[in-house]
């Protein structure tokens, strides 16, 4: 089945973001993400809206923000401004999901909704119509390159019967750990989005691996 493919810049080299962009473009991944992170939600820090609108100037692909910072209510309207397309907050570091969520469509963007490994899939139940994708954390957030959390698929399974149930449009995206060995059970188990990072900036030919990633989907 066809799916989204967002490779993440996060395992790009950041002092040539350019290059990066420009290879990515002119490959068949759909989606380019981006990995914010504030150094409070999760133990790293990385770029914020400037660097979002810098990689906006270069990249033709939609712009898949995932925040990792806590009370993203804050900065909805100027990472609209700064370019995002999707714009996922976590679960976690919200105190008022539905509310965020609907800021977010308000402002234009897809909204996204991102649960960490411990997180249970009901805390979505109440939220999943107000969403256009959930994104389902298969490792601990803040750094590229871990090794996936195999339970992963239970919470995935869980989720696609949510979806079925009340939200049949929804984007099922899993981040972390994603890699050609684990793609066909993740597709197989409700995903129709994959976030990966190392898997895709690690090969030595990154156009034909996103070409290998985009095969399994065919
Ligand atoms: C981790 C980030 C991921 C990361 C995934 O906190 O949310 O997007 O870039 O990297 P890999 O695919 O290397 O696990
Ligand atoms: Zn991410």
């Given amino acids: ?26 490959t068949s991944a759909d989606w380019l993400h981006i990995d914010v992170m504030d150094g409070l939600f999760v133990p790293n820090i990385t770029l914020g809206q400037p660097i979002v609108k810098a ?10 923000v995932h925040l990792m910072i806590q009370d993203p209510d804050r900065y909805i309207l100027s990472f609209k401004e700064a370019g995002a397309d999707i714009l996922t907050v976590h679960e976690e570091a919200c105190r008022h999901l539905n509310r965020t969520l609907c800021q977010i469509r308000d402002a234009g963007m897809k909204a996204g909704v991102a649960i960490n490994p411990h ?27 871990q090794a996936f959390i195999e339970n992963s698929y239970r919470k995935i399974r869980k989720i696609r019967e949510m979806k079925e149930k009340y939200n049949p ?12 060995e684990n793609a066909p059970a993740l597709l197989s188990s409700g995903a129709n989005a994959l976030v990966a990072g190392n898997a895709i900036f690690s090969a030595p030919d990154i156009p034909a691996r996103i ?7 065919i």
Avoid: Y
Wanted: hydrophobic letters at 50%.
């Fill in 1 to 26: 089945m066809a799916f989204i493919l967002s490779p993440s810049l996060l395992s790009a080299d950041f002092a040539n973001l350019q290059a990066a962009i420009e290879t990515l473009d002119r």
């Fill in 55 to 64: 990689i906006r100037k270069h990249a033709k692909k939609p712009l898949d």
């Fill in 119 to 145: 997180t249970p899939a009901c805390v979505l139940e109440n939220v999943i119509e107000f969403a256009d994708l959930v994104l389902v954390m298969s490792v601990n957030p803040g750094f590229g390159g």
């Fill in 169 to 180: 449009h929804l984007i099922l995206e899993v981040d972390g750990g994603v890699s050609l």
């Fill in 211 to 217: 070409e290998a990633f985009k095969q399994i989907g």
